[in-house]
Nanobody, 127 residues
Framework: VQLQASGGGLVQAGGSLRLSCAASGRTFSTYATGWFRQAPGKEREFVAALSRSGGRTGYADSVKGRFTISRDNAKNTVYLQMNSLKPEDTAVYYC?????????????????????WGQGTQVTVSS
């Protein structure tokens, strides 16, 4: 599966952005998906994750209550709605997908388990 992330940009603190991750090749309904981010000089970190069914979600403490991960099966796209943005949210955001071959329905917070990655989209939040 190929992943194409988009939707990044420059926004003032307190603003909102919605990132999109479009999949081609296979349907997202057979994958668990996640969003990660990497700020300059820092390691990539987990942001949000969605189980294969879309019924389970997980978030980093730093974004809980502000960010929402969701999926549109018809569009084969995963979204990250980001509200109340802060300057510390500035980073390159990556979407990732892990194929699921069983009926398990977990979400995954470790980047090591994801097999497919998008190219990243820059989010810059000004103070």
């Amino acid at each position: 599966v190929q992943l194409q992330a988009s939707g990044g940009g420059l926004v003032q603190a307190g603003g909102s952005l919605r990132l999109s991750c479009a999949a081609s090749g296979r349907t997202f309904s057979t994958y668990a998906t996640g969003w990660f981010r990497q700020a300059p000089g820092k390691e990539r970190e987990f942001v949000a994750a969605l189980s294969r069914s879309g019924g389970r979600t997980g978030y980093a403490d730093s974004v809980k209550g502000r960010f929402t991960i969701s999926r549109d099966n018809a569009k084969n796209t995963v979204y990250l709605q980001m509200n109340s943005l802060k300057p510390e949210d500035t980073a390159v955001y990556y979407c990732a997908a892990k194929p699921i071959y069983s009926s398990t329905d977990y979400y995954y917070t470790s980047e090591d388990v994801y097999a497919y990655w998008g190219q990243g989209t820059q989010v810059t939040v000004s103070s």
